[in-house]
């Protein structure tokens, strides 16, 4: 049975929809060919990702989202996604879009990146939108 998971770290943040998301989840991994075995999902403090950017990729910025592969066995999903709810917020108001709204797109970015798809070339990060926005419009909540 696929698990999909929220927790929270240093930071008070009430996810509603779980059930929801966990199938919208689920269903884009299989969409995209893979096969879901275990994704925690992590909703922390820009200061705990950026703790866990420094520590573990050697980088000294706030980010939005950091993605751990920790699958072994190739097409299944084993991972755990760390997303900064202050950043979510502060990217909401940026890009006119409600809190959830980014939250969304930012969940999906994460398994996106688990199933293969990159955002560091133009080319790769143009693609990544356009994955971000087809399963965004599945979206019924």
């Not at 008070?12 to 991994?29: A, G, M, Q, R």
Request: charged letters at 30%; glycine letters at 4%.
């Amino acid at each position: 049975m696929p698990a999909v998971n929220f927790f929270q770290e240093e930071v008070s943040f009430t996810l509603k929809d779980k059930l929801k998301l966990k199938k919208w989840i689920t269903e884009t991994i299989v969409a995209e060919g893979y096969q879901l075995k275990e994704l925690n999902y992590i909703f922390c403090s820009d200061e705990y990702l950026l703790q866990m950017n420094q520590q573990y990729l050697d980088h000294d910025t706030l980010t939005d989202i950091i993605t751990f592969d920790n699958s072994e066995i190739p097409g299944k999903i084993v991972s755990d996604i760390f997303i900064s709810i202050e950043r979510i917020r502060e990217n909401a108001k940026k890009f006119n879009v409600t809190d959830i709204r980014e939250l969304q797109r930012v969940i999906i970015h994460g398994a996106l990146h688990l199933v293969g798809y990159g955002d560091k070339k133009p080319a790769d990060k143009k693609l990544m939108t356009e994955k971000e926005d087809f399963y965004l419009n599945k979206v019924t909540f």
